[in-house]
């Protein structure tokens, strides 16, 4: 679902990037043993800054990224345009990539966006590679229950996750969890390793 004009101007905010800067990347690198010479793919990338810092602090040799919403595509292919990687406007529930094609995928924050997000989890999954690790950041049900969120922002809001429906889930497609923290239930932060397949 794409965002409203008050979630959009706050995504696109300096705010936002420093709040993505020192909680979620702090958070990750904890649980990152480096991506030198591979590769990562961001879902939900907004204006592309996300992007900018995986390939700051992570190192792949490169990032894609994709989005919903063509405009904020727009806007992180000419933040990106000169670092490595490809962005498109695209579904996480559908996407456009090989299977096992990336060694991390990470999120921040859009999972809650998409109604059949249990869909995109399925995807992720599909898209890392075995050993691969998913780093989301997440808005969970309490967050989204909220009645200032209700009047403020645009949300799905049939079948929304709280913590423990988000770890099962991840658990489900087949994800290890490795971390998790969350507070309460208004956010919460995991990495989950795609495990190995039954037949090796
Ligand atoms: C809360 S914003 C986060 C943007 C960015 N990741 C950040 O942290 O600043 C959620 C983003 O997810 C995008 N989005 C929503 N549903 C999506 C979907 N099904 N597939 C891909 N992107 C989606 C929205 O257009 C929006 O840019």
Same mark, same amino acid.
């Given at each position: 679902?794409?965002?409203?004009?008050?979630?959009?101007?706050?995504?696109?905010?300096?705010? @936002?990037?420093?709040?993505?800067?020192?909680?979620?990347?702090?958070?990750?690198?904890?649980?990152?043993?480096?991506?030198?010479? @591979?590769?990562?793919?961001?879902?939900?990338?907004?204006?592309?800054?996300?992007?900018?810092?995986?390939?700051?602090?992570?190192?792949?040799?490169?990032?894609?990224?994709?989005?919903?919403?063509?405009?904020?595509?727009?806007?992180?292919?000419?933040?990106?345009?000169?670092?490595?990687?490809?962005?498109?406007?695209?579904?996480?529930?559908?996407?456009?990539?090989?299977?096992?094609?990336?060694?991390?995928?990470?999120?921040?924050?859009?999972?809650?966006?998409?109604?059949?997000?249990?869909?995109?989890?399925?995807?992720?999954?599909?898209?890392?590679?075995?050993?691969?690790?998913?780093?989301?950041?997440?808005?969970?049900?309490?967050?989204?229950?909220?009645?200032?969120?209700?009047?403020?922002?645009?949300?799905?809001?049939?079948?929304?996750?709280?913590?423990?429906?988000?770890?099962?889930?991840?658990?489900?497609?087949?994800?290890?969890?490795?971390?998790?923290?969350?507070?309460?239930?208004?956010?919460?932060?995991?990495?989950?390793? @795609?495990?190995?397949?039954?037949?090796?």
């Amino acid at each position: 679902m794409l965002l409203n004009t008050l979630e959009k101007w706050m995504m696109n905010s300096p705010a @936002r990037l420093a709040t993505q800067r020192w909680m979620d990347v702090r958070l990750f690198k904890r649980h990152c043993r480096g991506l030198q010479g @591979r590769k990562a793919l961001e879902m939900g990338i907004g204006r592309g800054r996300g992007m900018g810092l995986i390939l700051e602090h992570f190192g792949p040799r490169a990032v894609d990224g994709f989005d919903l919403d063509p405009d904020m595509v727009v806007k992180a292919a000419h933040y990106l345009k000169n670092k490595k990687g490809q962005v498109w406007v695209g579904d996480a529930c559908h996407m456009p990539v090989k299977t096992a094609s990336y060694s991390a995928v990470f999120d921040f924050g859009i999972i809650h966006h998409i109604p059949n997000w249990q869909q995109a989890l399925a995807e992720t999954a599909r898209v890392l590679e075995p050993g691969g690790r998913f780093f989301s950041f997440e808005m969970l049900s309490g967050f989204i229950d909220h009645p200032l969120s209700r009047a403020l922002l645009d949300h799905p809001q049939q079948e929304r996750f709280d913590h423990a429906a988000y770890c099962l889930a991840l658990q489900q497609e087949g994800f290890r969890l490795i971390e998790h923290s969350h507070l309460g239930q208004v956010c919460g932060w995991y990495v989950a390793e @795609r495990q190995q397949d039954d037949n090796g």
